[in-house]
T-cell receptor, first 117, second 115 residues
Framework: AQTVTQSQPEMSVQEAETVTLSCTYD???????LFWYKQPPSRQMILVIR??????QNATENRFSVNFQKAAKSFSLKISDSQLGDTAMYFC??????????????FGSGTQLTVLP | GAVVSQHPSRVICKSGTSVKIECRSL??????MFWYRQFPKQSLMLMATSNEGSKATYEQGVEKDKFLINHASLTLSTLTVTSAHPEDSSFYICSAGQGGDQPQHFGDGTRLSIL
């Protein structure tokens, strides 16, 4: 079974600053995907970024980037130039890689990020 | 991008009522749909996985007779909370997957309040 751990229940950052959210996971799988989802107060689940485990290059999406350390089973999210709209709960998630049917996501407990004006 | 529509967004009803929540994939065929439950300030807990045309697979501790799931087509899955009680009050979210390495797409969720 897979586990995903987010050790920071709450974090805050000043607007325009940079913040890093931590995530570690445990799995015996060698091929998998990792995701960061954002859930604002509206409670929509929004995909922020994803990383394929077989890729060594860290994924980047505009102001969002990850530091993926496969050997350490670590997958942190860096948000640069933080904006007020980044205030949300952030979930780290794991998915096995399989062909065919969609696979379930295993979520971490979440980190509530507040961007301060 | 892929869109998943979930209805209703909010339900308030009396104890003992059965409530049906729909999850539709609007522009793709979803071979698999997932149903999650989320309590305030907590993570998403997988309740069940449904594959089109077959019985749903429930997670340990989830009552299959309480939470009926139907996935009759490649674009529609329904969750029926039967004889709902106040302890069933929660936020329910569905997601739909196309398979392979495609990410899941989430509905906007349903806030269920049982009085």
């Amino acid at each position: 079974a897979q586990t995903v751990t987010q050790s920071q229940p709450e974090m805050s950052v000043q607007e325009a600053e940079t913040v890093t959210l931590s995530c570690t996971y445990d799995t015996s799988e060698s091929n998998y995907y990792l995701f960061w989802y954002k859930q604002p107060p509206s409670r929509q689940m929004i995909l922020v970024i994803r990383q394929e485990a077989y890729k060594q290059q860290n994924a980047t999406e505009n102001r969002f980037s990850v530091n993926f350390q496969k050997a350490a089973k670590s997958f942190s999210l860096k948000i640069s130039d933080s904006q007020l709209g980044d205030t949300a709960m952030y979930f780290c998630a794991f998915m096995k890689q399989r062909f065919g049917s969609a696979r379930q996501l295993t979520f971490g407990s979440g980190t509530q990020l507040t961007v301060l004006p | 991008g892929a869109v998943v529509s979930q209805h209703p967004s909010r339900v308030i009803c009396k104890s003992g009522t059965s409530v049906k929540i729909e999850c539709r994939s609007l522009d793709f065929q979803a071979t698999t749909m997932f149903w999650y439950r989320q309590f305030p300030k907590q993570s998403l807990m997988l309740m069940a996985t449904s594959n089109e045309g077959s019985k749903a697979t429930y997670e340990q501790g989830v009552e299959k007779d309480k939470f009926l799931i139907n996935h009759a087509s490649l674009t529609l899955s329904t969750l029926t909370v039967t004889s709902a009680h106040p302890e069933d009050s929660s936020f329910y979210i569905c997601s739909a997957g196309q398979g392979g390495d495609q990410p899941q797409h989430f509905g906007d969720g349903t806030r269920l309040s049982i009085l």
